[in-house]
């Protein structure tokens, strides 16, 4: 792939955003995310890799190591990456492909133990980032700017979609991606407009409150590394 440096193997690719949600709209773009690898020899020479690679319109790759670490600091977008549902498990062969993606035997290995990224690291990640956009969108609101009502729409629903995640993972042990059902109906009337400003501020503090009892009780444990890290180094050893 040309936009990958030379040599790197592409190890992820997945259609993210409103079509992994099911909050897609007729005007909605696919996003595309992946995790490549690059060369071990690329990493002991003076020219540091790309950790992050966008390429337009919108597609977006992290190198495996950046990967590992988003993970670890439970990064809400890395985290879902994980659980979008994809083809089965890798049995004969290094890749499954289809029109959602693709994924190797590596990603596979992650995805196996994607639950050990359920830390407080992923309890600060999602919570600080929605207190970040809730104070955003309660500052439209204050304005009394006409346009809130839009303006709340669909970064609203993207914050309503992010707790009911997290709430999800702190008692059921998934990270759920695609919404169906009330969950689905109310993000997507979110997304629309069909709420007040005040109606998606108010749902976003009741659920970030619940999201912080659920936290305390969870008691989930501090980052652990060392899972991921050695699945980074045998990759690394495989392509020195």
């Not at 259609?15 to 995790?35: C, F, K, M, Q, Y």
């Not at 004969?92 to 289809?98: K, L, N, P």
């Not at 997507?188 to 069909?194: S, T, V």
Request: charged share 20%.
């Amino acid at each position: 792939m040309t936009e990958l440096p030379d040599g790197s193997r592409l190890l992820y690719k997945v259609l993210s955003g409103s079509h992994a949600t099911n909050l897609a709209t007729p005007t909605s773009d696919e996003d595309w995310r992946g995790v490549y690898q690059v060369p071990t020899k690329m990493l002991l020479g003076l020219h540091k890799p790309p950790e992050t690679i966008e390429v337009p319109p919108d597609t977006t790759y992290w190198e495996l190591a950046h990967f590992a670490r988003l993970l670890l600091k439970g990064n809400p977008n890395i985290m879902e990456l994980l659980w979008i549902d994809i083809d089965g498990p890798i049995t004969a062969y290094d890749i499954i492909a289809s029109d959602a993606g693709m994924h190797t035997r590596l990603i596979d290995e992650i995805r196996a133990i994607r639950t050990s990224f359920f830390t407080t690291a992923m309890i600060n990640s999602y919570l600080g980032w929605v207190t970040k956009e809730r104070r955003i969108l309660g500052g439209y609101a204050a304005t009394g700017d006409p346009n809130a009502k839009h303006l709340t729409g669909k970064r609203g629903s993207h914050l309503v979609r992010l707790l009911m995640g997290l709430g999800a993972a702190l008692t059921t042990g998934v990270l759920p991606v695609r919404l169906e059902g009330a969950e689905q109906a109310m993000c997507m009337a979110i997304k629309k407009g069909e709420w007040s400003a005040e109606s998606v501020l108010s749902a976003i503090d009741a659920m970030r409150a619940s999201c912080d009892m659920l936290a305390a009780d969870a008691n989930w444990p501090e980052p652990d590394p060392a899972p991921i890290e050695d699945i980074v180094l045998r990759a690394r050893m495989e392509m020195l």
